[in-house]
């Protein structure tokens, strides 16, 4: 059974700085992986979908990677900004549109 | 318009009442799902339907009775409901069922069961 495991849980950094949120998978037999961001009490937003042939994507001030053979995945956040506060979710995709969800990193930024 | 709508927005029942949750969307998509979420864990696939049809089940109590009258709206049916039941329950849909497709996530429906 796939699990998916995200360190840290939680995440308190200054306005400014540079980071990086890490995603684990334990089958690396998957289509892709998604990272979302969850707003408290609201739904999910995609952010990034790494298909599982390739290596990285990004969009703006976010970067992920992902490392299928080792079951990793990083999110990459440049220059953080408040307004980046919030759980980031990692899935992996297995059958088509099985989403299986890590824990989620709970993102705080500092002003 | 990229939006999933979910109503209501809470919901506070009791053990022996029946309710439903509804979630429309008009952006063509032709598979729809449930995801139940519990404080301070990930989503839980509940239910996909593709062109209408129930695709997955994955193994939720009968209590949970989903339905998708036609492309655009997909509604949960509550019966009989249990005080674990209490979460964040999410639709979500997208262009079809196949790999790759993003899923776009409504508010969510804020369920209570007492």
């Known amino acids: 059974k796939q699990e998916v495991t995200q360190i840290p849980a939680a995440l308190s950094v200054p306005e400014g700085e540079n980071l990086v949120l890490n995603c684990s998978f334990t089958d690396s037999a998957i289509y892709n992986l998604q990272w979302f961001r969850q707003d408290p009490g609201k739904g999910l937003t995609s952010l990034l979908l790494?298909?599982?042939?390739?290596r990285e994507q990004t969009s703006g001030r976010l970067n992920a990677s992902l490392d299928k053979s080792s079951g990793r995945s990083t999110l990459y956040i440049a220059a953080s900004q408040p307004g980046d506060s919030a759980t980031y979710l990692c899935a992996v995709e297995q059958g088509a549109q099985k989403l299986v969800f890590g824990q989620g990193t709970r993102l705080t930024i500092n002003p | 318009d990229t939006e999933v709508t979910q109503t209501p927005k809470h919901l506070v029942m009791g053990m022996t009442n029946k309710k439903s949750l509804k979630c429309e969307q008009h952006m063509g998509h032709r598979a729809m799902y449930w995801y139940k979420q519990k404080a301070k864990k990930p989503p839980e696939l509940m239910f996909v339907?593709?062109?209408?049809?129930?695709?997955i089940n994955e193994s939720v109590p009968s209590r949970f009775s989903p339905e998708c009258p036609n492309s655009s709206l997909l509604n949960l049916h509550l019966h009989a409901l249990q005080p674990e039941d209490s979460a964040l329950y999410l639709c979500?849909?997208?262009?079809?069922?196949?790999?790759?497709?993003?899923?776009?996530f409504g508010p969510g429906t804020r369920l209570l069961v007492l």
């Open positions: 979500a849909s997208s262009l079809r069922q196949v790999r790759g497709e993003t899923q776009y």
């Open positions: 339907y593709s062109y209408e049809k129930l695709s």
């Open positions: 790494i298909q599982s042939s390739q």
